[in-house]
């Protein structure tokens, strides 16, 4: 059989889950528009600074991007200090090229779960032993049961705040752990814009640790793909040699190189998040997780996670169950902050969810 030369971890269903697309659920519930909050996603559009950016790129689109990526590297610079740099197609390229720069197949990988499955399944793919060292009750990180997990192990992946659960890992517990193994430590950060905490300072102090960022959610670049890391320096040379050429095209790097000069529209959407995060915690007739981040994580029970999620959609509001996610129990949805309408179907459509 031709199917014979998949390779295993590909030859059976599984992979990364994707939301229910918005049109879709349109047309089955016969909506003309549906609230999309499943997937984190920011409602603003980008500003007009940056889709002129990215408009005058697509102009020399016949060029390779190599000048792009270079200015980028300048405007993060100007933004966060002088780091070391590891730009990528989505934080998900980030995280790829870091494992397939590090990991040898039957090498451990740490997870601390739940959390994002992008991890699980690149590490996987690299043959990689994937160890699962579940949060406690309260979604908190045992340091001490993580830092057990990482003896031997090669790379360790720590979500703060976290995807599904929005809390975060306070810096020093990320600094405890550190201290106390030698093991490789990413830290993503894909929400940190919305929360309290900076992991900066961190980077001048251990060589073993990696932030990684994306401009998807924040920024308002989902579509774009654009993503960055803060790397040790002894390891940029080899995950630049790792890396697929040009993994970012130069209308993704021009956009990018313009929102993060545009400071006003983080500010605006920051400010959005957090008036509605206020609204939702206050609000929402059912048990919520305390969020750092964009989303909310609801706990629904008795219901299970698609329960929640086909009612919301029958009233015209997408959501996350959180169902597919390993370590969590299945009576979670996951609700993204939206645009002012969306929060307010919302929060309509959640009260008769009790
Ligand atoms: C959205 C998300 C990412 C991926 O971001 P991209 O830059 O869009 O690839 C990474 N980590 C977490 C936890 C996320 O939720």
Redesign the pocket.
Known sequence: MRRSVVRRCYATAGGYVFAKSAEEIAREQGLSRVARLAS?ENPASPSEAVIAAGLSALKEGNRYPAARAAAVTVALRRLHGDHAFLIGN????VIETVVRTVVEPGDRVVISTPT?S?YNLTAAAQGAEVVEVPREPDFSVDPDRFVEACQGAKLAFL?TPN?PTGNVVPVDVVREILDRTDCLLFL?N?YIEFSDVDYRPLMREYDHLIEGR?M??AYSL?GL?F?YAFVPEWLAPHLEQAATPFAVNSVALAAAEAALADRAHIHEVVAHVRRWRDRFMAEIPLPVAPSEANFILIDVAPMKGDEAMERLAAGGVVVRSCRSFPGLEDRYIRVSIGADWENELFLEKVRDLR
């Open positions: 984190n989505g934080m998900d390229g994002f992008f979500c995807n993503d894909a994306t998807s959610k989902a793909r993503g």
